[in-house]
């Protein structure tokens, strides 16, 4: 079974990329969506005035995973490994599309203004 992963998807690009990707890809391509935290909440804004079937909003699974947090993200990955990507279960299991587009644009004024942990945390 091929599935999809957006991470993050709570809310901006992530997030109209999974509502286009349930809108246009096969009702039986699970998409998998990250969100650092309230869960329910992000599934219900994705879902939202989609107009979809209830097997098609089904296909939608929202996971918790914070990209600044390395054990959420081996967690996520070990989640999606046994729920969508197990050989032994589902020898044409595989991932077809991922999309993986963390970051933040925090503006700075001048090159003397940038502060160095924020720069870190920047992508």
């Given at each position: 079974?091929?599935?999809?992963?957006?991470?993050?998807?709570?809310?901006?690009?992530?997030?109209?990329?999974?509502?286009?990707?349930?809108?246009?890809?096969?009702?039986?391509?699970?998409?998998?969506?990250?969100?650092?935290?309230?869960?329910?909440g992000t599934k219900e804004k994705l879902l939202s005035d989609l107009g979809l079937s209830e097997d098609e909003r089904m296909r939608l699974d929202?996971?918790?995973?914070?990209?600044?947090?390395?054990?959420?993200?081996?967690?996520?990955?070990?989640?999606?490994?046994?729920?969508?990507?197990?050989?032994?279960?589902?020898?044409?299991?595989?991932?077809?599309?991922?999309?993986?587009?963390?970051?933040?644009?925090?503006?700075?004024?001048?090159?003397?203004?940038?502060?160095?942990?924020?720069?870190?945390?920047?992508?």
């Open positions: 079974m091929a599935w999809t992963l957006v991470t993050p998807s709570s809310r901006g690009i992530g997030a109209a990329l999974v509502r286009q990707l349930l809108k246009t890809t096969p009702a039986f391509v699970p998409v998998v969506a990250t969100a650092r935290s309230d869960i329910e929202v996971q918790r995973c914070d990209v600044l947090d390395e054990s959420s993200i081996a967690d996520l990955a070990g989640y999606c490994k046994e729920r969508y990507n197990d050989k032994s279960k589902d020898k044409n299991a595989h991932l077809r599309l991922g999309l993986m587009i963390p970051g933040m644009l925090i503006p700075e004024k001048a090159p003397d203004k940038v502060e160095y942990q924020g720069a870190l945390d920047t992508l």
